[in-house]
């Protein structure tokens, strides 16, 4: 249960609607719940059926959200149950506390106001996929005097409060192979997450603020992705440059060792070819030398001596 609104917040209220309010003037998903009701509750006509529902307009600044409401007496709500567009309230329903009459309030946000949510609750990893549905309750007397109204609490018994969201616009987001998680906003800034009861149709038990979100991949992991593929580019240049530089390497070395090689072969066959003969000398063979005979000189004249 929420507390009684002072005059001075009334007021307050009173003076940022008649200003008119842009969407990007709006940070807070409490504000707008309290504007909305205030709207409602101005153009309520006390005289509509009990339990029927119709339309609330708001002004062209509130340019995509929708808006209904109906009145209900707390007992009847419990014995009955009650269908407010995509909210189901089972029978055995209560409103905490159960005052003579409320006046439920049914919101459709859009994507556009819906970004509200996403910029106060802490969805990271997770993206909206659909608009936001609220579902609010106030209490009224015999007239409507949102003066001294305050919240209600509606909580479900023996059946749980379904939302349906197949009649809403889902984004593209959600196609694929991702399934969509149920997302319940709550008052102290937490999100709840849970699994859909069947397609599009989440389960609550109690009032408040609904939507539909995927989950997808953190910045980070994108990242990876691209450090992965500059390390396998990066690794198939290294690769050939290396492949390369090896082939470069060992073509330098088998000319080294042709030409290497070829150098000892003329050593060896001018070597050879210098070498001394060899003959056979009776049985033995052995090395000779080439003939080279020298030619005798007379150092002195003969003379003979006489007889």
Known sequence: MGSIFGPALVLILLLMVSVGIEPQGIKSARLLDLLIRDYTFKSYDIHIKTGRIH??????????IVVDTARFRCGSLRRYGAQVKEFHLGIGVTVQP??????????NLGYNWSSIYYANYDLSGYQLVSPILGLLAYNVGSGVNFSNSFELGIHAAEKPITIDFRNTRISDKSSGNKTPLCASFENDGKVTLKGLESPNICVTTRHGHYGLVIKIPPPMEVGKKISLWKI??????????????????????????????KIEEMERRAYEEEALQVSMVGHIRAPTAPVTRTMPTIEHEYIPYPS
């Open 232 to 261: 396998v580019v990066g690794t198939s240049v290294g690769t050939v440059l290396g492949a390369s530089l090896l082939g470069l390497l060992l073509v330098a070395m088998f000319v080294k060792v042709k030409k290497k090689a």
């Open 98 to 107: 159960c005052v003579e009459r409320l006046m439920v309030i049914r919101q």
């Open 55 to 64: 339309a609330v307009h708001l002004p062209a600044n509130f340019s995509g």
